[in-house]
C-alpha cells in the first residue's frame, strides 16, 4: 500500500528531522574548530610568539567566549526538537499518527517489524537526548548542584551515540525503499503525494 504523509506529518517530519541535524552539527563545532581546549592551546602559542604573556586561565576563558555565541544555536535547535516534540503529540492525541512502539508491535511482517523497531529505537534516543538535556540546562532552578549532575551529562553525551546509529540505519532503510520499489518515499516525504 502506498503511503500517505499529510502536511502536518510532513511538517513534524522535518522539524524534527532538521533540528536533530542542527543539534549534532554544534556538537561537531564543539568537538573541532571550536574546542576550548584546542583554542586554548592556540591563543597561548601566538600570544608567547608576539611576546605577550598570557595566562591558561585567561586563553581559557577566551576559548570558551568564542564558542559560546555558536554553542546557543544547540539551546536553539533543542527548542525546535521541543516543538517537534509537541506536534507529534498532539497527533497522537488527535489519532492522527501512533507511538512508534504500537507501529512495531502491530507490524505483521519482518521488514515492517525492523523499520518500526529502528523509529521505536530512534524515537526513544530523542526523547531521552530531550528529557536529559532539558534537566541540563534547568539544573540550578530544579535545585541541583553541578557536580549532582555529572552523570546526567555523560548519559546525554553517551545517548548521542543511539542517536547517530538509528538515523544513520534509518537513512539507509529510507534509501533502499526508494532504489529498491516503484515509490518515490523522499519527494513524497518532502512535498506530499
Ligand atoms: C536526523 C534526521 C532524521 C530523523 C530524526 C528522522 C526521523 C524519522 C522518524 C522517527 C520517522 C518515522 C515516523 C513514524 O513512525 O511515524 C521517519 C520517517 C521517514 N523519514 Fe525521517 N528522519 C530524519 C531524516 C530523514 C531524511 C534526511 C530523510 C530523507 C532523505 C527522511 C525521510 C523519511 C521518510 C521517507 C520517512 C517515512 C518512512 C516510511 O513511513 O516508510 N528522514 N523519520
Ligand atoms: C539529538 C539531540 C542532542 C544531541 C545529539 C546533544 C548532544 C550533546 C552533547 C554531545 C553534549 C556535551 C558537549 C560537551 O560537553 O562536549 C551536550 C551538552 C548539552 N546539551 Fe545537548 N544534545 C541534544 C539535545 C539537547 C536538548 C534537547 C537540550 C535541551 C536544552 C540540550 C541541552 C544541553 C545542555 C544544557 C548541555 C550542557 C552544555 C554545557 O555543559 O556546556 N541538548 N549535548
Redesign the pocket.
Known amino acids: 500500500m502506498q503511503?500517505q504523509f499529510t502536511p502536518l506529518y510532513r511538517i513534524w517530519?522535518w522539524t524534527?528531522?532538521l533540528s536533530?541535524?542542527g543539534l549534532l552539527a554544534t556538537v561537531a563545532l564543539r568537538k573541532s574548530f571550536l574546542s576550548w581546549r584546542t583554542n586554548t592551546e592556540i591563543i597561548m602559542t601566538k600570544f608567547q610568539d608576539a611576546g605577550v604573556e598570557v595566562t591558561h586561565e585567561l586563553a581559557k576563558a577566551t576559548a570558551k567566549a568564542i564558542r559560546s555565541g555558536m554553542w546557543e544555536w544547540h539551546y536553539i535547535f533543542a527548542i525546535f526538537l521541543g516543538i517537534s516534540i509537541a506536534i507529534r503529540i498532539y497527533m497522537m492525541l488527535t489519532k492522527q499518527?501512533k507511538l512508534?512502539i504500537v507501529?512495531f508491535f502491530q507490524a505483521s511482517i519482518f521488514e515492517k517489524k525492523m523499520?518500526t523497531g529502528v523509529?521505536t529505537l530512534?524515537?526513544f534516543f530523542?526523547m531521552m537526548m530531550a528529557l536529559s538535556g532539558g534537566f541540563l540546562y534547568f539544573y540550578e532552578a530544579l535545585g541541583f548542584t553541578k557536580d549532582s549532575i555529572h552523570w546526567v551529562k555523560e548519559t546525554h553525551e553517551l545517548m548521542m551515540w543511539g542517536v547517530i546509529v538509528f538515523?544513520g540505519l534509518?537513512?539507509v532503510g529510507?534509501l533502499k525503499?526508494e532504489l529498491t520499489t516503484k515509490e518515490p518515499?523522499?519527494s513524497k516525504?518532502i512535498h506530499g503525494d
Do not use: F, S
Request: with cysteine; net charge positive; aromatic share 4%.
Open positions: 503511503k517530519h524534527m528531522a536533530v541535524i499518527a512508534p507501529n523499520q523509529y530512534l524515537c530523542i538515523v534509518h537513512l529510507v525503499h518515499i523522499i516525504m
